[in-house]
C-alpha cells in the first residue's frame, strides 16, 4: 500500500529558510512627524529607539508618551505585515498560505460544510 506524501517536511524546511531570513530583516517606523522612531527586528525584538533631539522639551511627558506608544505600535503592525508576506509564501500541497487567506473560510462555513446550513431563525 503506497503512503500519501506527508506535505509537513517541505513545509518546516520552508519554514527554517523564512526564519533565516527573517532574521536578518529589521522594521523601523514612527510617530507622527517622527519624534520618536523604533527599529525592531522580525521576531519583535527592539533594536533601537530614537527621539528627535529636544522633542522632550518641546513636548509634555503625555505627549511624548503618545509618540512612545505610536510608535511601537507601528512597528509591531509593520513587523506582522512583513511576516504575514513571507509566511504566505509557504506552499502546502501545491497551494500558499496567501491563497488560504484570499479565500477565507469562516466557522460557519466549514459547519455548514459538515453538517448543512444551519435553519433560519424566525
Known sequence: MAQAANP?????????????????????????????????TADFDIDEVQCRPGA?????????SYHFTTAMRAVDRAVMALRQHAFSRIRIDGDTVDGWRQNPETGADTVAACFGSLPKSG
Not at 15 to 38: F, Q
Not at 56 to 64: I, N, Q, T, Y
Request: with cysteine; charged share 30%.
Open 56 to 64: 522632550p522639551e518641546k513636548h509634555s511627558a503625555e505627549r511624548m
Open 8 to 40: 509537513v517536511g517541505p513545509v518546516r524546511q520552508q519554514e527554517r529558510e523564512l526564519l533565516d531570513e527573517l532574521e536578518l530583516r529589521r522594521v523601523t517606523a514612527s510617530s507622527p512627524g517622527g519624534v520618536v522612531t523604533v527599529t525592531c
